[in-house]
């Protein structure tokens, strides 16, 4: 068990600008999920994936978002026209299928719109 | 819709005394429950959670957490604080087992010498 891995740690870009981030699950893991965290709050739902199946999306994840885990291992979440808003702790996490499997976070990845 | 209360972001206790973090929810359904910690540049840590087996749960590092129905609270304690337990702590729940958790905003324990 390596953990969720999650790349790059830290990103600063400028705004109207794209990023992507990557997120490497726990190898055996079929369940992948995606969340937002802001400065003093906990973290919010954005999208999550069975396999290759993204299964659902919440209502924050707006057009310039997108989610993608092609191979139903690693997962990319792309930002588009980045907004100073979407300054936040993107955070992965994994786990098996079942009712009682944990679910493990990654470190996260702090993006920084100027 | 399902939301998560934490009482108070902040808390402060001195070291060997007792630890109570509060979490209240509101759920349409039975609920899963769960407190996470989460340490500097580090990922959530599932500390316990609750799934409608005892309502009393042991977790991790001593801490523990009771079910309460009638309060629909589901409030946090360990009995002696450790200098190590300053972190920011989490209340989450959800319908199933673990899919699309909501967070509460988080209590940051500080623990005084």
Request: glycine share 8%; proline share 4%; hydrophobic share 30%.
């Amino acid at each position: 068990d390596t953990g969720v891995s999650q790349d790059p740690r830290h990103k600063i870009t400028k705004r109207g600008q794209n990023v992507t981030f990557r997120c490497d699950p726990i190898s055996e893991h079929n369940r992948l999920y995606w969340y937002r965290q802001t400065l003093g709050q906990g973290p919010e739902f954005l999208t999550y994936f069975q396999n290759e199946a993204q299964l659902e999306k919440s209502r924050l994840l707006s057009d310039r978002f997108s989610a993608e885990r092609p191979k139903g291992s690693f997962s990319t979440l792309e930002i588009q026209r980045t907004e100073q808003g979407d300054s936040a702790m993107y955070l992965c996490a994994s786990r098996s299928t079942g009712p009682n499997e944990k679910l493990f976070f990654g470190s996260g990845t702090q993006l920084s719109v100027l | 819709a399902q939301s998560v209360t934490q009482l108070g972001s902040h808390v402060s206790v001195s070291e060997g005394a007792l630890v109570l973090l509060r979490c209240n929810y509101s759920s349409s359904v039975p609920p899963y429950l769960f407190w996470y910690v989460q340490y500097p540049n580090q990922g959530l840590q599932l500390l316990l959670k609750y799934t409608s087996a005892a309502t009393l749960v042991k977790g991790i590092n001593g801490f523990e957490a009771e079910f309460k129905k009638s309060e629909t609270s589901f409030h946090l304690t360990k009995p002696s604080a450790h200098m190590s337990d300053a972190a920011e702590y989490f209340c989450a729940v959800s319908d199933n087992a673990g899919n699309m958790l909501t967070f509460g905003g988080g209590t940051r324990l500080m623990v005084k010498p």
